[in-house]
Each structure stands twice: as structure tokens, then as C-alpha cells.
């Protein structure tokens, strides 16, 4: 028995939520008095992985791979969990992830449970937290099958040291065809996406004008921050619709949130408030977000936050 | 072509969320239910091949008889049949057993579901589905064209999107994009005398087990009050961020 983390890479390189995964699956493993695999698919090197600990890392190179298939994919973490009898499977939350989660449920006949925000507060029944409602709400839920898949929630965890020195397996693997082709493929390259990002700056109708965008993409990029908004925002085309968050757009979790001229509409906090720190700037003190923020500066957004930018170049400049 | 459309019903997005009978049960007093709004932009973009490709719609819910007003409203916006299936939906492994045994019996060239439900928030139905009855699946679609049997699909990425293609039969789990806001329909009378007449299928529950179960909810503890910084003292802000919150 062992539990079996899943990990993302992009171009050889383990993606940044990985340690946040390998985090939590090292402290389940501890909890159930297992050891932890750690699967990656086309990783060149996996040293830093020794400092969140694996007792083992099983490595998969196959240039077939290098392009994501729900399909194929979740076929290859099955028979890896076949191979390893893993029967704990954890999962981020990337929209990878959550496309191939129910294909792998089905393929190990598996319960999964998606927006895992804690580790299990009860072996018998297994019974973790996830949150429901899109954030207005937690649920403690039971998996009861043998094999269980947690998908865990982005920055609910953190990230715990703990060096070890781990094993490593190459793994041969067989695909499945391909049913589905990949035409093309539209990256926003040299931007961070909303989903990578540890804080997003976001900004909303109180900016008057996409004209005013700088204001938003300096802060982000002072802060190498990715940037978003409200949704009457993209609805207007001042922003395209990737950047929308909320209950209808994209979640938001990240440990830091700056929402600017945005008035903190039920449907707008419901997709951002599992974000850990949210700062408000508004010049409206009635404005709802005050109640949902942890800071807030009620003031205008045009004065706030350019002095705001300048100040935070020379607090990096300082502190880098 | 036959479009099959899962309808899942769902509290309008102001409801305020409370529970009942000691945080076991939702609170559905004075709640408003609606159709779950990713599948409200999935109907709008069947609704667009049935008026353009002749295609037929049936909307399918797996749900106590409160549901059927939300079905109503399917048929109102112009599904020309719906499905209930009879059931409490105990969790998304449950319902997508459902919904799979139907399909086996009742073949559907295009299944169409919301990338997400905003009750559950499962994320996993439309998966589920695929994976049991092995059709093809694209989730996070953000625009679908079928020419023939064979489609063409846009999707999100982390970062951006990517094209992709297949062959029918196929199940997606769509999202806005797949039709803009602005599409979105609302019944007018003749759409709501009509539905009255259309077929409403109720359909007793197929032997399925559940997986996982929601066994107690609770609402976010009450934060802090919010900290106000004065607009003239920005490195405080800065300092709390750094120091305090340490997000910086
Ligand atoms: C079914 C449904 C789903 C929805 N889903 C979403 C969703 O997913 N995401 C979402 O965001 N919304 C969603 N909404 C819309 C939501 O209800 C609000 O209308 C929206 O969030 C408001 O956007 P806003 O805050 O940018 O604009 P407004 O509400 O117009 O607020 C603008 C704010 O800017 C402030 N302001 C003005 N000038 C300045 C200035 N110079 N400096 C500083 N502040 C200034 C104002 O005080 C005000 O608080 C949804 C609505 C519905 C009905
Ligand atoms: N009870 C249900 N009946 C019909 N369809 C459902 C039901 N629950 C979920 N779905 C469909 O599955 C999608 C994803 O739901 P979920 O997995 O709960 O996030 C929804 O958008 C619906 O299209």
C-alpha cells in the first residue's frame, strides 16, 4: 500500500503546485503509516523534489506524452497505481487534472472527491473537508471505496519541508490510442496564468475604461502578479473573458488577492474567497468587498495605485 | 442529431447558504432554483443546432419531483423533451450512473453538461459519464462545431486554449463561451404554453451504488474585521502585507 502523488510538468520542468501536493501527500502518508510515489511524466530532473519527500519516484519518459490527453494520461496513472497498489491518489486542482480525475475514478473504481481543502479528519470512514457552494460553504465528506482520489485545492495546504532522499523507478508505460487530436494550441506566452499565480491583482467597472489597464498591469507586473477581473468587465471586451473570476469565471485561489475598483458582488467574492490575504482598493466605503477583505483602502484608484506601484518597486528593490 | 442536455438544479447565484437538521441538509427555504448556469450556456448552444442543423434536444436531470419546475423552464427556452430520473442524487458518481444507464438504452449523438455544477462542485458528472460508457469527452469546451459526425472543439487551458477535433459520439462539459451571456435566453410566453404540452419522462431510479457521501456542511467561520489603511499611508499597507499577512 502506498499513496501516489501526481505531479505536472511543462516542458521537462515540474510545475510549481507539484510541492504543494507532494506537501500534503507526504503528511497523508504519515497519517496512514505509508510511504509515498511520486509519479512524473517527462521530468528531466527531479532533484528538487527531494526536499518536500518521496520514498520513491517513479519516472516516466515517453516523447508521446509530451502533449496532454485526458484520456491517455489517466490510463497511465492507473496502471501506475496498479503497479505501486496505491490506494490514495492525489491530484491538484488544475483544470488538467480535474479533466483526466473522473476518467481515473472510473478506470480504478475509485470515489474522488474534488476542492479537498484539509487533510482527513478521520481514517474510518476516510472523511475530508472539501468546500461546496463555490466557497460559501464547507462539506465533510466520506470516500467509502477502496481506492480514494483526492483532488486538492490550490494554496489550502502550503508547502512543508521535509528532506528525504527518494528512489527512483523508471516505468514503462502502454497507451491507449488516441481518440482526440490537438489541432493547435494558444498559449498568452510571457504572461502568468491566474491558476500559476501566487497573487493576482484584479480590476474592475470602477477603472472606467480599458484605457486605464496600465494602472492594473504595472501593479501585476511590480509584483509578477497575473491579472483579472469582474465579469461586466470582459462582458464589455475591456478584458478578454480568460481573465474573468468569480462564481461564473475562473476560481481564484491564490495567497494574495488585489481587488481594485471592484464592489465585491456575492457572485464575484463567492470565486475569489478562498484566496488567503484579499486587499481592497475602493473609494466607496460602503462597498461590500470591505466586509470579505482582510486591508482595505478606501480611496481612489487612480491616486491609490500608481504611489502604491511606485512604493512596492522600492520595497522589492530593497528586499530582493 | 439527437443532443441529449444534463440539467442539473441548482440555487440561484444571490442565494445565501444555510443549513438544516443539525448542518446535515441545505436550507431550500426562499431559495430561488435555477438551471446551473454552465449548462444554461450548454441548452443556449443546442438550442443554436437545433435551429441551424435540425437537431433534437432532450434535458435530463436526476432529482426529486422539486426539480421539475427547472426542467419546465428546459423546455420552455425550447428543449423538446425532458427526463427525470427519480432519485436523490447522493453524489456525482451516483447521478452519472443515471444518466449512463439511460444513454446505454437511448443512444444520443452529443451529450452536453456543465464543466461544473455551483452547488456540488464536483467538476466530475460529464467524466464520469464518458468514463462509463467510453464516448469521447472535452471538458472546459468553450466552442463546438459538428459537421457530420465530426467536431470541432475549443477548450481552456491552463494559460490559454487549444483546438482540438474528434468524431461523434461525443460528451462535453461546457462553459460560457460555448455561447456569450448575451445569448442566453429567456422563455417568453408561447415557449412557457408550449412546454406545458411537451413531454416530461419520469423514470424510476437504476440500481447504483454511491462512492462518497456529504455526511455535514458549515458555513466559513465570520472574519476579522477588515484593517483600513489611509490612502497617505501606503507602506504601512506595505508593511502589514510584508510582516503580517507575509504574502510579500
Ligand atoms: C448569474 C450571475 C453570475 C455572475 N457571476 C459573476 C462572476 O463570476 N464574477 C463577477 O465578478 N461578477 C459576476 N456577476 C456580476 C456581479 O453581480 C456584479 O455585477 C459584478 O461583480 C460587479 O462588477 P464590478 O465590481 O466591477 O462593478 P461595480 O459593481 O460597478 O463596482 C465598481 C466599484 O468600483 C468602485 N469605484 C468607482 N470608481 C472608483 C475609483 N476611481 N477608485 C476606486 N474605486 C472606484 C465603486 O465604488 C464600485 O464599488 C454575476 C451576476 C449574475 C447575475
Ligand atoms: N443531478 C443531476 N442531474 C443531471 N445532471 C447533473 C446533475 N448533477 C450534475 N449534473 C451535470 O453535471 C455537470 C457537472 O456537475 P458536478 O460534477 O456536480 O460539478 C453539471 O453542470 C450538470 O450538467
Known amino acids: 500500500m502506498s499513496v501516489l502523488a501526481y505531479i505536472e510538468s511543462n516542458k521537462g520542468k515540474i510545475k510549481k503546485n507539484s510541492f504543494e501536493i507532494v506537501s500534503y501527500s507526504n503528511e497523508l502518508a504519515k497519517q496512514l503509516g505509508t510511504e509515498l510515489v511520486v509519479l512524473v511524466i517527462n521530468v528531466e530532473n527531479t532533484s528538487e523534489l527531494n526536499k518536500y519527500g518521496a520514498s520513491k519516484i517513479i519516472k516516466i519518459s515517453n516523447s508521446e506524452l509530451n502533449n496532454f490527453d485526458s484520456l491517455i494520461f489517466s490510463n497511465v496513472i492507473s496502471q501506475v497505481a496498479k503497479h505501486t497498489n496505491s490506494k490514495h491518489i492525489v491530484i491538484s486542482s488544475s483544470l488538467e487534472s480535474k479533466y483526466l480525475a473522473p476518467l481515473l475514478a472510473i478506470e480504478l473504481d475509485a470515489g474522488y472527491l474534488s476542492n479537498v481543502v484539509e487533510l482527513p479528519s478521520n481514517l474510518s470512514p476516510f472523511t475530508i473537508k472539501r468546500t461546496c457552494f463555490t466557497n460559501k460553504a464547507f462539506c465533510e465528506s466520506t470516500i467509502e471505496s477502496d481506492i480514494k482520489i483526492i483532488g486538492l485545492s490550490s494554496n489550502a495546504f502550503g508547502i512543508i519541508e521535509n528532506e528525504m532522499n527518494s528512489s527512483l523507478e523508471n516505468f514503462e508505460v502502454s497507451l491507449l490510442n488516441k481518440k482526440i487530436t490537438i489541432q493547435s494550441t494558444e498559449k498568452v506566452s510571457g504572461k502568468i496564468s491566474i491558476a500559476d499565480a501566487d497573487i493576482v491583482v484584479s480590476g474592475g467597472r470602477g477603472l472606467k475604461g480599458p484605457e486605464n489597464w496600465n494602472l492594473i498591469e504595472d501593479l501585476a507586473e511590480t509584483l509578477g502578479a497575473a491579472t483579472s477581473c469582474s465579469k461586466p468587465v470582459s462582458d464589455m471586451g475591456w478584458r478578454p473573458h480568460s481573465e474573468h473570476v468569480g462564481q461564473t469565471g475562473k476560481p481564484v485561489a491564490t495567497n494574495l488577492y488585489i481587488a481594485i475598483g471592484i464592489s465585491g458582488a456575492i457572485q464575484h467574492l463567492a470565486g475569489i474567497n478562498s484566496s488567503k490575504i484579499k486587499v481592497v482598493i475602493n473609494n466607496d466605503p460602503e462597498a461590500p468587498f470591505f466586509k470579505a477583505a482582510d486591508y482595505g483602502v478606501v480611496g481612489d484608484a487612480f491616486d491609490v495605485v500608481p504611489r502604491l506601484n511606485e512604493k512596492l518597486k522600492a520595497f522589492k528593490a530593497q528586499n530582493s | ?248
Open chain 2, 1 to 248: 442529431m439527437k443532443i441529449l442536455v444534463c440539467i442539473s438544479h441548482v440555487p440561484d447565484t444571490t442565494s445565501k447558504i444555510n443549513f438544516i437538521d443539525d448542518n446535515k441538509v441545505f436550507d431550500n427555504q426562499g431559495v430561488q432554483f435555477v438551471i446551473n448556469p454552465n449548462d444554461e450556456f450548454g441548452l443556449t448552444r443546442a438550442m443554436w443546432f437545433k435551429e441551424k442543423q435540425n437537431a433534437t434536444i432532450d434535458v435530463i436531470n436526476v432529482g426529486n419531483s422539486n426539480t421539475e419546475p427547472t426542467l419546465r423552464k428546459a423546455l420552455a427556452i425550447g428543449a423538446d423533451k425532458a427526463i427525470r430520473i427519480d432519485a436523490h442524487p447522493i453524489d456525482g458518481f451516483f447521478v452519472a450512473k443515471q444518466i449512463s444507464e439511460y444513454v446505454s438504452s437511448n443512444q444520443y449523438d452529443l451529450i452536453i453538461a456543465g464543466r461544473e455544477s455551483i452547488d456540488y462542485n464536483g467538476g466530475m458528472v460529464p467524466g464520469l459519464i464518458a468514463g462509463l460508457t467510453k464516448i469521447n469527452f472535452v471538458t472546459n469546451c468553450i466552442n463546438i462545431e459538428i459537421d457530420n459526425k465530426s467536431v470541432t472543439l475549443e477548450r481552456e487551458i491552463d494559460g490559454g486554449k487549444e483546438t482540438l477535433s474528434c468524431n461523434l459520439p461525443l460528451i462535453i462539459g461546457g462553459q460560457k463561451g460555448l455561447v456569450e451571456e448575451s445569448d442566453l435566453r429567456i422563455p417568453n410566453m408561447r415557449g412557457i404554453m408550449q412546454a406545458r404540452q411537451k413531454p416530461l419522462e419520469v423514470l424510476p431510479t437504476y440500481n447504483s451504488e454511491s462512492k462518497t457521501n456529504s455526511i455535514k456542511f458549515h458555513k466559513p467561520d465570520p472574519r476579522e474585521e477588515v484593517k483600513l489603511i489611509s490612502p497617505d499611508n501606503l507602506d504601512e499597507l506595505i508593511n502589514l502585507l510584508h510582516n503580517e499577512a507575509k504574502v510579500l
